[in-house]
């Protein structure tokens, strides 16, 4: 069993798509945040819990590109989704 945290959208944002794009706010805060190419296929995927590895692998066999890079974009992105509390860490029993 992987010790990697499962990541989800936090309760609190409310997100529309529109077009490729996805405009995502957080209840608590003011403005908004827009994520658009993989940024917002990876927004999809974390409907439901998902750890950074089962994204990075999905992306990979959609982009057929360096795992390696892909991992890295992964990261940084669901780091600073972290750090706006647009996802959180959730218990490996919820998703």
Do not use: N
Request: charge should be negative; glycine fraction near 10%; avoid cysteine.
């Amino acid at each position: 069993m992987s010790d990697a945290p499962r990541l989800q959208h936090s309760p609190t944002v409310l997100a529309r798509s529109v077009g490729e794009r996805v405009i995502l706010t957080a209840g608590d805060r003011e403005g908004f945040e827009v994520l658009d190419g993989a940024g917002a296929m990876i927004w999809d995927l974390l409907e439901e819990a998902v750890t950074p590895g089962e994204i990075t692998a999905t992306l990979a066999a959609w982009f057929e590109g360096p795992r390696d890079v892909i991992a890295q974009d992964v990261e940084g992105l669901l780091a600073d989704l972290r750090q706006r509390g647009l996802i959180e860490e959730v218990d490996a029993s919820r998703g």
